[in-house]
């Protein structure tokens, strides 16, 4: 995965995890995909997903 990674990245960028792709689009780490599904407007976040803090109830 690195040197497809490094292939969009750069040499010389530090590669961190998680490192996404879409559909075979790259998307690059968590803030990017955070980026794109901003500007890709996919609606509601599904109600699996938590944001730190939360508590999940059954």
Same mark, same amino acid.
């Given at each position: 995965? #690195?040197?497809? &990674? *490094?292939?969009? #990245?750069?040499? *010389?960028?530090? &590669?961190? &995890?998680?490192? #996404?792709?879409?559909?075979?689009?790259?998307?690059?780490?968590?803030?990017?995909?955070? *980026?794109?599904?901003?500007?890709?407007?996919?609606?509601?976040?599904?109600?699996?997903?938590?944001?730190?803090?939360?508590?999940? &109830?059954?």
């Amino acid at each position: 995965m #690195i040197p497809e &990674v *490094k292939a969009h #990245i750069g040499l *010389k960028t530090p &590669v961190t &995890v998680p490192q #996404i792709w879409l559909e075979g689009e790259y998307i690059g780490g968590a803030d990017s995909l955070e *980026k794109w599904l901003s500007r890709h407007d996919l609606g509601n976040t599904p109600d699996n997903v938590l944001e730190f803090g939360e508590k999940h &109830v059954s």
